[in-house]
C-alpha cells in the first residue's frame, strides 16, 4: 500500500536551516507530483511547495521563496524539503502528500507529518 | 485568483445527515475539487474528487454514506448516517498550474 513517511523536524533556532525528508512506498515514485503542505498549531492546511514527476517543474508559495527549496531523488524514492533562514512563523506540523498524476491535481495520499518548531 | 470558502463549522445529530459547502471564486466554476478529513490529532485522508458535471470518485476504503455533488461553483460533501468517527476537520482543495489551494475548512461536530 501506499506510504509517506516524513522525518527531518524538530526545534531549531530563528534564521537557521532544517531538512526535511518524506521516503515513499508501495508506488512507482517517479510517475507521481510529489507536494509540501504544512499546518500551523491551530490553523488550517497550507500549500507550501509542488514538484512535477521528474523534477522538471517546481514552484513554492510565495512565503516561503528564496528561502526553501523542494527536491526528489527518483532512484531513492525520497522527497526532500530543504529550509533556510526559518522563522516563528514557518511552525507546523509538515506533510508530504502525493498527487494523483504527474504535477497537479487532487491529492490522493498523505504522510503523517512531521512537526517543525522555530523557537529561540 | 482561485480561492476556495468554507463555512468555519457544522453540526448534525448521530444517525442524521450533513451536507459541507465548499465554493470555488468567480472565474473559476468549472475547476474541480478534492475532500479531505482530518480528524483530531491526526493526519488528513483523502476522501474524494468532487467534478463540476457532479460525478465524484472515492478514495480507497472510503464508505458508501459519503457522496460528493455540484451546483454552479459549489461543491458538496454530503455524509449521511452521521457516527462519532465523522467528527472532524474538512478541507476542500483545488488546484491550478504548479499551484494547490486549500478551503479554510468545516469544523464538523455530531452532537
Known amino acids: 500500500q501506499v506510504q509517506l513517511v516524513e522525518s527531518g523536524g524538530g526545534v531549531v533556532q530563528p534564521g537557521r536551516s532544517l531538512r526535511l525528508s518524506c521516503a515513499a512506498s508501495g508506488f512507482t515514485f517517479s510517475s507521481y507530483g510529489m507536494h509540501w503542505v504544512r499546518q500551523a498549531p491551530g490553523k488550517g492546511l497550507e500549500w507550501v511547495a509542488v514538484?512535477?514527476?521528474?523534477?522538471?517543474?517546481?514552484n513554492v508559495v510565495d512565503s516561503v521563496k528564496g528561502r526553501f527549496t523542494i527536491s526528489r531523488d527518483n532512484s531513492k524514492n525520497t522527497l526532500s524539503l530543504q529550509m533556510n533562514s526559518l522563522r516563528a512563523e514557518d511552525t507546523a506540523v509538515y506533510y508530504c502528500?502525493?498527487?494523483?498524476?504527474?504535477?497537479?491535481?487532487?491529492?490522493?495520499?498523505w504522510g503523517q507529518g512531521t512537526l517543525v518548531t522555530v523557537s529561540s | 485568483q482561485l480561492v476556495l470558502t468554507q463555512s468555519p463549522s457544522a453540526s448534525a445529530s448521530l444517525g442524521a445527515s450533513v451536507k459541507l459547502t465548499c465554493s470555488l471564486s468567480?472565474?473559476?466554476?468549472?475547476?474541480?475539487i478534492a475532500w479531505h478529513q482530518q480528524q483530531p490529532e491526526k493526519g488528513p485522508r483523502y476522501l474524494m474528487k468532487?467534478?463540476?458535471?457532479?460525478?465524484?470518485s472515492k478514495g480507497d476504503g472510503i464508505p458508501d454514506r459519503l457522496s460528493g455533488s455540484s451546483s454552479g461553483a459549489e461543491r458538496y460533501l454530503t455524509i449521511s448516517s452521521l457516527q462519532s468517527e465523522d467528527e472532524a476537520d474538512y478541507y476542500c482543495q483545488t488546484w491550478g498550474t504548479d499551484i494547490q489551494v486549500f478551503g479554510g475548512g468545516t469544523k464538523l461536530t455530531v452532537l
Open positions: 468532487v467534478n463540476s458535471d457532479g460525478s465524484h
Open positions: 502528500a502525493r498527487v494523483k498524476g504527474t504535477a497537479t491535481g487532487q491529492i490522493d495520499y
Open positions: 514538484i512535477w514527476y521528474d523534477g522538471s517543474r517546481k
Open positions: 468567480s472565474g473559476h466554476s468549472d475547476y474541480a
